[in-house]
């Protein structure tokens, strides 16, 4: 799973979208994700440990999401 959102937020960031794919990836696997230390994460996916704080951003707001009744769901 790190290497596949490695490889996405690095092919984002040819079209100035890595931080977009970046909350993305994160939002959409935060179960499997929310276990993980947010600064070791950044590290393994190669981004600044500063996106330590959106990581637990978008941790947050999956958990919020689920408990409003929202379903994030990927095709």
Known sequence: MIEEIT??????ADTGQK???FHYLVLVNAE????FDAITFCKDV???ET???E???MIGLA????????II???
């Open 46 to 48: 190669g981004v600044p």
């Open 63 to 70: 958990k919020l999401m689920k408990e409003q009744g929202t």
């Open 32 to 35: 499997k994700l929310k276990g």
């Open 7 to 12: 490889r996405k937020i690095r092919v984002a």
């Open 73 to 75: 769901s990927v095709k």
């Open 55 to 57: 990581f637990r951003k």
């Open 51 to 53: 996106y330590a704080t």
């Open 19 to 21: 931080i977009a794919m």
